[in-house]
């Protein structure tokens, strides 16, 4: 497998990249070759001095898209940028996934529109990951690249983070739930409302209705599913608690050590057709390493095929 990494994007990019890449190297992912892309005699210096020889490719691209940048316009005029280039190889099959903690609206584009949304999907999604009390892992979904969402939307994303429960957190049986207002049948806004016997018709999910904010943390549902306005809303005050454990030295409990975003690495933008994930523009070395777990794993049990498959019914 061939797996592309934007050495350039990231606040701490490239040193951050290259020390996270040594770090999954060192884990004897031998299976694996990474493709680095970004400028070619800086890299190429970082990885002499991690002492990093062997499975690794460099690609340079010598232009980078900054966070301040417009999407579209800068992937359109910037073809040489770590992005652009990613994206090209991904789609020519030069490299199987591709990660990047780079621009996240060109990340985004190039994924709606390089890579294309899988046959079927109306809206690709992002989703984050739920810290459970049990110590267990749910998943929220949309959770900002869809703010505005239809009720077809937000069944098809239940369809979505139920194949990523299973695949790639190893949840056999998940359930899922609809955020609302309340637990009641007809509660909530028009959206909910009209989601609800959508979900439960749905064959492919374990629907138990809706669900409050207070079972957030709860082991009630493994999937969450509402529009990407709510989501990212959620999303921004769960990385709060985190800054506030920290504030007030809670953060070493192990708890809420689960929130810092570095266990997780990035999302994956779920319904296009390879994979595609996007870090934090913070991302340090751990936050690296588990991007590139995450597209090792999505590349080995071909999620992307699952979910096509699904959708081809």
Known sequence: MNIGIDMMGGDYAPSEAVKGLHLFLSQNHIGAKIVCIGDESIIHSLLQEHKIHSSVQIVHAPEIIGYHEHPTKALKEKQQSSIAIGFHLLSTGKIDAFISAGNTGAMLVGAMFTIKPIEGIQRPTIATIIPKLNGGTGLLLDVGLNADCKPENLNQFAILGNLYAQTILGIQHPTTGLLNIGEEEGKGNILAQATFPLLKENQQISFIG?????????????VIVCDGFTGNIILKMAESIYDIAEQRELHHDAYYNRFHYQNYGGTPV????????????????????????????????????????????
């Open 210 to 222: 809706n669900i409050e904010g207070r079972d957030f943390f709860n082991d009630k549902a493994d």
């Open 270 to 313: 779920l319904g296009v057709a390879k994979p595609v994930i996007i870090g934090h523009g913070i991302s340090n070395d751990i936050a690296f390493k588990n991007m590139l777990l995450l597209a090792e794993k999505m590349i080995e049990s071909d999620l992307c095929g699952k979910i096509k498959e699904s959708f081809s019914v």
